[in-house]
């Protein structure tokens, strides 16, 4: 099992930043990738950003130049910094973490998601 706890959501101002940080526990031998997605009302769930292990980070082209997505692989924990915030970037912040247990069973787990509000 993989628990993952997000934490970083809230209420800004356009124009404003939000950092999002989701911490990742459990059996984890080692993590593949980690990522951000969203969802706003009405709307799919879309992907934000992605930072495999090894590899060139991923971002919507919504995204490119305000969003970065980084990682301390050794506290297993992700970051989502969002600058110049605008109302469209309102939604609920999933975390995904793509991983392998001490098995070496690959497992992908959800965050409980987190609201990020931008207002105008």
């Known amino acids: 099992q993989v628990q993952l706890v997000e934490s970083g959501g809230g209420l800004v101002q356009a124009g404003g930043s939000l950092r999002l940080s989701c911490a990742a526990s459990?059996?984890?031998?080692?993590?593949?990738?980690m990522g951000w997605y969203r969802q706003a009302p009405g709307k799919q769930r879309e992907l934000v950003a992605a930072i495999p292990s090894g590899g060139s980070t991923a971002y919507a082209d919504s995204v490119k130049g305000r969003f970065t997505i980084s990682r301390d692989n050794a506290k297993n924990t992700v970051y989502l910094q969002m600058n110049s915030l605008k109302p469209e970037d309102t939604a609920v912040y999933y975390c995904n973490v793509a991983s392998l247990d001490y098995a070496l069973k690959p497992l992908e787990v959800w965050g409980q998601g987190t609201l990020v509000t931008v207002s105008a």
């Open positions: 459990g059996s984890i031998f080692s993590i593949k990738r």
